[in-house]
């Protein structure tokens, strides 16, 4: 069936990982009669999550596309995953769609996730609506994750629908435009009497109030005025207020139990903006900006938003189609190459299912098999207008790894199987580096470069492993330096404690001049006969070892040892320093009694 632009919302559902993304979107579908059972994200069985890889892990790691048919209106929801490594899919997504719809966790309240959802609308001028999921558990406080992200994202935020329990643990949903309460059973709506809860209500409802009156001057008056809103007034001033991004509604339920399910997707009709509300800015090939407006009798201009490496269809890309028509028979230009693109069959997609359409109307997302040179960020246009639109920005890839053959002859295989899944995941980066002739891939994180690795082995047939690479370690002189003065070694060996501070010091201060061999400057003069004696132990025989240590063996370079300062009486190789002028050289010997004859020899 063909929709026209205005009965069409494009919307990318974001959101941080496990908050429930999933769950709405399949819920949505099955609401709309699309599938005959509801699937669970545990059983791997929902229409997003179609990848083997996304049913082992439990989790998105592709965006995807589910048109929702509901009540003359087509939804095409884009589920994009939540997981920071697979943050691409975002990307990709927000370029086809007019509004965000951003989850969060009535457990978990505001994550980062939310935040970066919430930035990427701001970012891109997108409209904003939030959903606050799995409200009907006992552990998820409503009005507490209201006032996170009150702080988190300015006083925009506005909620519509607020859950309240009753006594008897009951969920009710209380719905602030009609002011009436609601419970569900078995997914049907049940109106209730209005629960109290307390001062709350009034304090929300003024609040509403007073965020509609700021998106119209009759409204204002009417507001400062005293009179109350009629239903109609507070959807079209809401309405307003959430396209020009002055309000971010709040909605909440429970996608599992399908609760308040149908206030939202009323919302989602009546709030977002329509596809043809939404005109995007080009640029022609002088690159002056060209505004192109959603227009059915316009020449055509699509945008490729996503590619997909289908092992049985070959490239399928994602397109969404801003003014005119595409079909099979359309004649486009690819605005990168300046070359005509012949096109194939045009296609609806609702998850993995491909369904045969004879074109892709304007405002519309579909899909074109076996483009032969279009890639992600292409526009396709008409001859007679050839536009470009901006390429989606990617994150920049920053885990690096090895890649290793695991069979041998794959080798070949390898470098156009890369090139493949680069097309479709082009945060994912692939070069041989230089050095170590290793080929290296980088991408977003552990589980981006593991699921990569995967869809080589089952997409393309290449098994490959992964491995630190290697470092190409250096060693260069940047500048020469002076040689240190090398010190005569044999004088220095067995000359006792003075000796080896001396001989320390000589080396570290090269502007010292050092004395004969064997002899030594004191403040006083030469040690001589009993002197040397006393200040040096013994001259004639080699000091004895301390009590329980044995003699070293072998020696430290230059025939040294180890005095009981620390310093190394042998350390005669140390560089000099440049030489600043004359230093005096101030050295305080203190003389030393002779040693025990059973406490060893010096250092005591």
């Not at 209730?192 to 204002?220: C, K, S, Y």
């Amino acid at each position: 069936m063909e929709y026209a632009s205005k009965d069409i919302r494009n919307i990318l559902v974001a959101g941080h990982a496990g908050c429930g993304k999933t769950t709405l979107v399949e819920a949505l579908l099955y609401m709309s009669g699309a599938t005959e059972r509801m699937g669970r994200v545990e059983d791997g069985t929902t229409a997003s999550d179609f990848d083997p890889e996304e049913a082992k892990r439990k989790a998105s790691l592709n965006s995807s596309v589910i048109p929702v048919e509901l009540d003359g209106t087509k939804y095409n929801l884009i589920d994009v995953p939540g997981l920071f490594d697979f943050e691409s899919g975002a990307c990709e997504g927000i370029r086809a769609a007019e509004s965000v719809l951003i989850c969060v966790s009535g457990r978990s309240g505001v994550t980062v996730g939310a935040e970066k959802a919430y930035s990427l609308a701001l970012k891109n001028n997108k409209a904003r609506m939030i959903f606050v999921t799995k409200t009907d558990l006992e552990n998820a406080d409503y009005f507490k994750i209201l006032e996170q992200m009150k702080i988190k994202f300015g006083p925009s935020i506005c909620p519509c629908v607020v859950p309240a329990r009753l006594d008897d643990g009951t969920i009710v949903y209380i719905n602030l435009f009609s002011q009436k309460a609601f419970k569900y059973e078995g997914g049907k709506q049940v109106q209730v009497d209005l629960p109290d809860i307390g001062h709350r209500f009034e304090g929300l409802i003024q609040a509403m109030n007073e965020a509609i009156a700021e998106t119209d001057e009759t409204l204002m008056e009417k507001f400062f005025e005293g009179e109350e809103f009629t239903t109609e007034e507070i959807v079209s001033g809401m309405a307003a207020g959430v396209r020009t991004g002055q309000i971010t509604p709040v909605f909440c339920g429970s996608a599992v139990n399908m609760q308040a399910m149908d206030m939202l997707v009323y919302n989602l009709k009546e709030l977002l903006p329509s596809a043809d509300a939404a005109a995007q800015v080009a640029e022609d090939k002088d690159g002056n900006p060209v505004e192109i407006a959603v227009d059915p009798a316009a020449p055509t201009c699509a945008y490729v938003f996503k590619t997909v490496a289908d092992p049985f269809v070959g490239k399928l890309s994602f397109i969404k189609v801003l003014a005119g028509k595409l079909s099979a028979t359309s004649n486009v230009v690819n605005a990168r190459t300046g070359q005509p693109e012949r096109l194939g069959k045009t296609l609806t997609i609702c998850g993995k299912r491909q369904t045969d359409t004879p074109a892709i109307a304007a405002g519309d997302i579909g899909a074109v098999a076996k483009l032969a040179t279009a890639k992600t960020g292409d526009t396709l246009c008409d001859p007679a207008r050839v536009v470009s639109l901006p390429a989606p920005e990617y994150p920049v890839a920053c885990y690096r790894m090895a890649v290793k053959v695991a069979k041998k002859g794959d080798e070949g295989k390898v470098s156009g199987a890369l090139a493949r899944l680069m097309e479709e995941d082009p945060s994912i980066t692939f070069q041989v580096d230089p050095e170590t002739k290793q080929q290296v891939i980088a991408g977003l994180g552990t589980q981006h470069l593991e699921v990569a690795v995967a869809k080589l082995k089952n997409k393309f047939g290449v098994e490959i492993t992964l491995e630190v690479p290697r470092v190409p370690y250096r060693e260069s002189i940047r500048k020469g330096h002076p040689a240190g003065r090398q010190l005569p070694s044999r004088g220095l060996q067995r000359n006792g404690l003075h000796h080896g501070r001396q001989a320390g010091l000589q080396g570290r201060h090269s502007r010292s001049q050092p004395g004969a061999a064997g002899t030594h400057r004191h403040p006083a003069g030469p040690c001589a006969g009993g002197q040397h004696r006393r200040h040096h132990g013994r001259g004639d025989q080699a000091p004895r070892p301390r009590a329980g240590h044995e003699p070293r063996r072998g020696g430290r370079p230059g025939g040294g040892r180890r005095s009981a300062h620390g310093r190394d009486a042998g350390f005669h190789h140390l560089p000099a320093a440049a030489d600043p002028g004359p230093r005096p050289l101030h050295l305080r010997v203190r003389p030393l009694r002779d040693p025990a004859p059973d406490a060893g020899s010096q250092g005591h």
